[in-house]
């Protein structure tokens, strides 16, 4: 499976600000995502990072609040815009890679606004 | 009425005890189905992915999934204090599509 690192690990912010979290794997990867994983609801995809062009989101989800890069094929940033409160969450990057079809996870960024 | 249904726990069970967890669905053109172990502040981590219909069996875990249910079980034998942890079912359509749809996760504590 890839090995996948995010940084930073947590992170507490004030309302208003911005936060950059970085996915780092270590080989070629085939798709990377974004998901959100608020406490007690299931893990919600924000959109698929793709190489070179921008992010495809998912309903509910728009690049003014949540810009994506994707320079190359191991490497993505999140940033979480504008800031509030309702976006404390825990922010995972996955990855598919060309050998595997199944989809691993990074160990999350969590975000605490105050 | 959600896609996944997962009842959240917690589950509590004696070590050694056969541990059932259960998700349910409403799309039936779902085909890939996973389970997913989750540690406290960690990443999901994939524990299993089966197609379609049947069971699949990876040491003490089995997974089973009855399409014409529309319901997927993962059994755990021999639980271990180890295997306290969130699991998440996970499923997705056709082969390609990774847009995951997940349930909420059931928390479950092995007790010692």
């Known amino acids: 499976s890839a090995v996948i690192s995010q940084k930073p690990s947590r992170d507490i912010c004030q309302r208003g600000t911005s936060l950059t979290i970085q996915c780092q794997v270590d080989?070629?990867?085939?798709?990377m995502f974004w998901y959100r994983q608020q406490p007690g609801q299931s893990l919600t995809l924000i959109a698929t990072a793709n190489q070179g062009s921008e992010a495809t989101y998912e309903s509910g989800f728009v690049i003014d609040k949540f810009p994506i890069s994707r320079p190359n094929l191991t490497f993505s940033t999140l940033t979480v815009s504008n800031m509030s409160p309702e976006d404390s969450s825990i922010y995972l990057c996955?990855?598919?890679?060309?050998?595997?079809?199944?989809?691993?996870f990074g160990p999350g960024t969590r975000l605490t606004v105050l | 009425q959600k896609e996944v249904e997962q009842d959240p726990g917690p589950l509590s069970v004696p070590e050694g005890a056969i541990v059932s967890l259960n998700c349910t669905y409403s799309?039936?053109?779902?085909?890939?189905f996973m389970w997913y172990r989750q540690y406290s502040r960690k990443g999901p981590e994939l524990l299993m992915y089966?197609?379609?219909?049947g069971n699949k069996e990876d040491g003490r875990f089995t997974a089973q999934v009855d399409k014409s249910s529309k319901y997927i079980s993962l059994f755990i034998r021999d639980s271990q204090p180890s295997d306290s942890a969130t699991y998440l079912c996970a499923m997705s359509g056709t082969s390609g599509t990774y847009k995951y749809i997940f349930g909420t996760g059931t928390r479950l504590k092995v007790l010692a």
């Open positions: 089966t197609y379609s219909s």
């Open positions: 799309n039936s053109a779902f085909q890939y």
């Open positions: 996955s990855v598919v890679s060309h050998s595997y079809n199944e989809q691993f």
């Open positions: 080989s070629q990867v085939t798709m």
